[in-house]
């Protein structure tokens, strides 16, 4: 499957405990982007990596979210301390360059938060 | 910030029924996107609109790019029951980086 793939599908936590969600884009693709999407909702822009570079994080929360994107793996979406309110689905999506190529997504990491 | 009205926000339809949604926005758009997300799973591009006034199809799928690059539009023709599910828009904009900015999906249920 040369898509993209995201894990865990699934992923409990409790209430001040840190979740990590991980995204390796299709092949050949080079950029990710992080999305959260409530039920009912649309999707909503977090991030946007580069290989070792954070381009854009205007849609991160600016305490206890942080993303990155090695050399060398999966992007990880770390979430610390996490509270009820991050209960959510977390999708990524990966494109080839950053001009206006399509993203192409995973099928998300749903957070549950006891 | 930039955003996208996407409408109508929930359908109901007969099987065999044409189905259109559109997308508007104050902001000009690069790129058009549609995209299907069915549940438990993430959304799938449809079609990408790239010039304003393009018009593009995909099977039964037809998009336009408005020609003010405002808004977009999606037509499904002779609906069937598998068409159910979260229609997106998405609109590419090169303000600061380029990315996405996603409408709040149209909710399309066929009634068989």
């Known amino acids: 499957n040369a898509g993209v793939m995201q894990n865990p599908r699934h992923l409990v936590r409790r209430r001040g405990q840190e979740a990590r969600l991980r995204c390796s884009p299709m092949k050949g693709h080079s950029h990710v982007y992080w999305y959260r999407q409530l039920p009912e909702e649309g999707l909503k822009f977090m991030v946007y990596l580069q290989k070792e570079n954070i381009i854009d994080e205007s849609g991160m929360p600016k305490e206890r979210f942080s993303a990155e994107f090695p050399k060398e793996g999966p992007s990880i979406l770390r979430i610390q301390q996490v509270v009820r309110g991050d209960s959510a689905a977390y999708f990524c999506?990966?494109?080839?360059?950053?001009?206006?190529?399509?993203?192409?997504f995973g099928d998300g990491t749903r957070l549950s938060i006891l | 910030g930039q955003q996208l009205n996407q409408s109508p926000q929930s359908m109901f339809i007969q099987e065999g029924e044409d189905v259109s949604m559109n997308c508007t926005s104050s902001?000009?758009?690069?790129?058009w996107l549609w995209y299907k997300q069915e549940p438990g799973e993430g959304p799938v591009l449809l079609i990408a609109?790239?010039?304003?006034?393009e018009l593009t199809s995909n099977g039964r799928l037809t998009a336009q790019f408005g020609i003010t690059r405002k808004d977009s539009f999606l037509n499904i023709s002779a609906s069937i029951p598998s068409d159910v599910g979260i229609y997106f828009c998405?609109?590419?904009?090169?303000?600061?980086?380029?990315?996405?900015?996603f409408g709040t999906g149209t909710r399309l249920k066929v009634l068989a």
């Open positions: 998405a609109g590419g904009t090169t303000s600061g980086t380029y990315k996405y900015i």
């Open positions: 999506a990966s494109s080839p360059e950053t001009t206006n190529q399509p993203q192409h």
């Open positions: 902001s000009i758009f690069n790129t």
């Open positions: 609109l790239y010039k304003a006034g």
